[in-house]
């Protein structure tokens, strides 16, 4: 069981959210100017980071926003954002 810090709502369970992707996965800015194999990249080879990688989580059973959280692949250890990721 993993317990997410809410900047908006404190600790609370995991079942909770819902994962949003890893932040350095962005939606490209010209879709439309993409190539079909491009587009399938895009959605399909999604970064699987092993160690530490920033998050997207909808808090949706909860206050209902996006947040950022920094996930240990490895062991689900979970830290804020903002903190010094270490040369991981
Ligand atoms: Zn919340």
Redesign the pocket.
Known sequence: MIFIH?P??GDRNEDEFTYGGDVEHRRPDKPDAMSDAQWCEYIYCVPNTKGWAKEHWW?VR??N?WILVERNSINNELRKPDEDSGSE
């Open positions: 809410c908006h709502c808090h909860g206050c926003r």
